[in-house]
């Protein structure tokens, strides 16, 4: 079973930009979860979606919105983008069907924002 | 102060030692998850731990859950190169009664090096 995959790994955008993160989970999971992951904060919850519903959301700006799609692919947005947006984004897939179950984590996209 | 405290913050031990890394909760543990990172890269799912007392072991690693304490340990019996990274605990943290839906509170990790 491919395990869960996210798009680009590495991107540089500059201030006042925007930028879209992809996340494609592992085969019949529905609930995908993003992280950022920062030397200063450590990994913190930015929102979950469920069968392209948003059920979770942590406490991040709108300007960092989401979304599923019914293959249960889901993307990240991040728009005017700020220096402290540098960081680790990753993504978590899980069946989704509790609270509790099992989060699988992608590799990662590095976001440098200059 | 930080809801999943994990201790230490760093480890450096020699080939061949056991070691133990804790992860103490300030709110009612739900259910409680153990990552290794290597520096940069995803986690690696290592254990879930659920119910009070359980205990779980894969290859030399052993996770166990104290319920009562909130508080996890994971230990790693004689350690090899290949277990150095950074260990992160992560738990479901939600209010008694409520849901917490994909959302993992994380400690700060706790980074294990293990020389030759």
């Known amino acids: 079973k491919a395990g869960v995959t996210q798009t680009p790994r590495y991107l540089i955008k500059t201030r006042g930009q925007q930028v879209t993160l992809s996340c494609s989970p592992i085969s019949g999971h529905r609930s995908v979860s993003w992280y950022q992951q920062t030397p200063g904060q450590g990994l913190q919850f930015l929102f979950e979606?469920?069968?392209?519903?948003?059920?979770n959301k942590g406490n991040f700006p709108g300007r960092f919105s989401g979304r599923q799609f019914s293959n249960s692919r889901s993307e990240m947005n991040v728009s005017t983008l700020e220096l402290g947006d540098s960081a680790l984004y990753l993504c978590?897939?899980?069946?989704?069907?509790?609270?509790?179950?099992?989060?699988?984590f992608g590799p990662g996209t590095r976001l440098t924002v200059l | 102060s930080q809801e999943l405290e994990q201790s230490p913050q760093s480890l450096i031990v020699q080939e061949g030692k056991n070691l133990t890394i804790n992860c103490t909760s300030s709110k009612t543990l739900y259910g409680l998850y153990w990552y290794k990172q290597k520096y940069g890269e995803g986690l690696i799912f290592l254990m879930m731990?659920?119910?009070?007392?359980e205990e779980k072991s894969h290859e030399k690693i052993t996770a166990k859950l104290d319920e009562k304490k909130q508080q996890s340990s994971l230990h790693i019996t004689a350690s090899q190169p290949s277990h150095a990274g950074i260990y992160l605990c992560?738990?479901?943290?939600?209010?008694?009664?409520?849901?917490?839906?994909?959302?993992?509170?994380f400690g700060q990790g706790t980074i294990l090096t293990v020389h030759p």
């Open positions: 978590a897939s899980s069946s989704g069907q509790h609270s509790y179950n099992e989060q699988f």
């Open positions: 979606y469920f069968s392209e519903t948003q059920r």
């Open positions: 731990l659920q119910k009070g007392g």
């Open positions: 992560g738990a479901d943290l939600r209010l008694a009664g409520g849901t917490s839906y994909g959302k993992l509170t």
